[in-house]
């Protein structure tokens, strides 16, 4: 089986390993070709959570971005895909935002998609794939950043505004917080709507191995 390195990119920063090289495992189960070695930015404990916080980690993403040697592609593990487009024009490699995976594979079930992740706006990637179709009723009731998510609380809040979603006659449900991905919130949204539920991690796997693969065919 032929595999490829794939550098990855956490917007948090962390002091736990395990924590931090999730999303690299959870790809690496979904998609053993792709081999992922983990890093995290500095000095940014509460990720990105809106366009301030963005704008804080574009400049530490494209430095930490220098430090990976030898891969066959890099993903910024956001659904905001910070520092996306530039590290498009400055590395010969492809580089995937896990917010264009999502929207991408979103909108192969239909038109409408509901957004659902941490914040009140909408990131950039989806608007550009789906404009004015997004369904957007905002954040989950009282979750402000990506660790009330792994909440019990935070939990049932994300549940019951994937109800709302549903009931607004959508498509799908796009996730847009990769924190949904390390509590496998897909699934279960999934189980409780009965509508498909991208996961970003997953969609930003998905997206890279094609990218891998069609570049050596």
Not at 60 to 68: P, Y
Not at 101 to 120: E, F, M, N, P
Not at 146 to 173: C, F, P, Y
């Amino acid at each position: 089986m032929k595999t490829w390195r794939i550098g990855l990119i956490r917007v948090v920063t962390m002091s736990d390993r395990s924590l931090m090289e999730l999303h690299g495992r959870l790809i690496m189960d979904s998609f053993p070709e792709l081999q992922v070695e983990s890093r995290c930015i500095p000095n940014q404990p509460e990720g990105i959570h809106s366009p301030e916080t963005k704008e804080l980690a574009v400049p530490k993403i494209l430095e930490l971005a220098e430090e990976f040697q030898n891969v066959d592609a890099l993903i910024v593990s956001c659904a905001d895909d910070p520092g996306v487009p530039e590290l498009r024009q400055l590395l010969p490699i492809p580089v995937i935002g896990a917010g264009s995976s999502v929207a991408i594979v979103a909108r192969q079930y239909g038109r409408r998609a509901g957004i659902l992740g941490i914040t009140d706006y909408v990131p950039t990637p989806y608007i550009n794939v789906f404009g004015n179709n997004l369904i957007n009723l905002g954040a989950p009731e009282g979750v402000y950043s990506t660790w009330e998510l792994m909440t019990h609380q935070g939990e049932n809040s994300v549940k019951r505004l994937a109800l709302s979603l549903k009931a607004q006659g959508v498509d799908s449900i796009a996730l847009s917080s990769t924190v949904m991905s390390c509590i496998g919130a897909a699934e279960k949204l999934r189980m409780l709507t009965g509508l498909p539920v991208v996961d970003p991690v997953f969609a930003e796997g998905l997206c890279t191995l094609s990218q891998c693969l069609y570049r050596t065919a």
